[in-house]
């Protein structure tokens, strides 16, 4: 079992919060997606034939990419992979995208996942975010996936957004509700440095919330979504019965994945490698043989320590056996220490069958949590 993750670092325009790696220079669009492919052929046996179970193009904005272009990506996967016929098949789109021609043409080609960037049903905090959509053009967006056959859509949305209130937030969970997509992921909004929304908040044109108004929005969010139906299966994710998202499951799990474009990350069970973060490098390098990809081994120890980032998040938790096998008894009871410590605070709780898991007051307090088990 194994994933396939595509990486698409195009960008109409540049949001105002964002520091991920993307460009609006669109003219190398076509030499990036022969590269891609290319790359997909050339480093196929990575994940050692294991069958795919998913597949995601994510990035930047995968729905950029025109018939054709998807048309050849996903012929070379098909043509190269065993690709299961139950995969998960997503790609992350920007509302504006969504006309319903393209979105018929997206499901025409066997997509049956849509993750789209919703982030706000406020206009006024669109606009400040520099997003490019407005709260109609993501209701109608929705509504022509649903139209195109998509019964599997998820939104994101982001809270905690500049000088927002409290009823501006239980509007957008609302809006959100109405439009019952499967799948939620809501990511509370960061000021990194060197953006743009991060300028203003030093020349005190936007404000940041407090720590309470934060953490009220966060509790918010879980009880709305919880009330409405959702499962809390991850500290961002939520989602109707068996709605999970199989590919984030995926990285939870351990499962190796092949990630192909610039930027993107791969895992084997044993090595994290990556890809350069520069589409013109990347595509030289892909053209010349000479892919310029970064790799690191993963000791015991570190690999002890994805696992509990990743499996503490999760609402099906840690468990502390599968720790003791894989991991050996040192990280096992080192493990047990900070088990001990977080259940007695009562921000974590263990399962009769031995599952360390976060308790309601362990979610608010999750990093913190999780640096107790992180070996230094
Ligand atoms: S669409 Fe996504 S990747 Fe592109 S600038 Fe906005 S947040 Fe960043």
Not at 3 to 9: A, E, F, L, V
Not at 33 to 48: P, Q, W
Not at 96 to 124: C, H, W
Not at 178 to 189: E, F, G, R, V, W
Request: with cysteine; aromatic share 10%.
């Amino acid at each position: 079992m194994a994933g396939i993750y595509i990486h698409i670092p195009f960008c109409k325009q540049r949001c105002r919060y964002c520091a991920f790696y993307s460009t609006t220079q669109h003219k190398q669009q076509q030499h990036y997606t022969d590269a891609l492919c290319h790359e997909l052929l050339s480093r196929k046996n990575y994940i050692k034939g294991e069958t795919i179970e998913t597949i995601y193009l994510g990035g930047g904005t995968p729905s950029l990419l025109n018939e054709e272009q998807l048309t050849k990506i996903l012929n070379t996967i098909e043509k190269e992979y065993t690709v299961s016929p139950t995969a998960e098949r997503t790609i992350e789109c920007n509302p504006d995208d969504l006309t319903p021609a393209y979105t018929v043409m997206l499901r025409s080609k066997g997509f049956n996942r849509i993750s789209m960037g919703i982030q706000s049903f406020s206009d006024e905090q669109l606009k400040k975010l520099g997003r490019r959509h407005t709260a109609d053009s993501a209701r109608k967006a929705v509504e022509n996936a649903r139209i195109a056959g998509f019964n599997n859509i998820s939104i994101d949305l982001m809270f905690a957004l500049p000088g927002s209130t409290a009823e501006e937030w239980h509007h957008t969970l609302k809006e959100a509700i109405a439009l019952h997509p499967d799948h939620i992921s809501a990511y509370n909004l960061t000021y990194e440095e060197g953006t743009p929304l991060y300028n203003a908040l030093q020349k005190g044109e936007v404000k940041e919330l407090t720590e309470e108004e934060n953490l009220e929005q966060f509790n918010t969010l879980i009880e709305e979504l919880k009330s409405a139906g959702y499962r809390h299966y991850e500290i961002s994710n939520f989602a109707l019965p068996g709605r999970e998202s199989r590919h984030n499951s995926s990285y939870w799990n351990d499962t190796p994945y092949i990630g192909c474009g610039a930027g993107a990350h791969s895992y084997d069970g044993t090595s994290r490698g990556w890809n350069i973060a520069d589409i013109s490098i990347y595509i030289k390098g892909i053209n010349e043989n000479s892919p310029v990809f970064e790799i690191e081994h993963l000791s015991n120890e570190e690999r002890y320590n994805d696992a509990i980032l990743t499996r503490l998040r999760t609402a099906d938790g840690l468990p502390t056996e599968w720790v003791k096998e894989k991991f050996g008894d040192t990280l096992f009871n080192y493990m047990q220490k900070a088990a001990r410590k977080e259940v007695a605070t009562g921000n974590l709780r263990e399962t009769p069958d031995g599952t360390l898991v976060l308790t309601e007051k362990g979610i608010f307090v999750s990093d913190a949590v999780i640096r107790e088990f992180i070996f230094i």
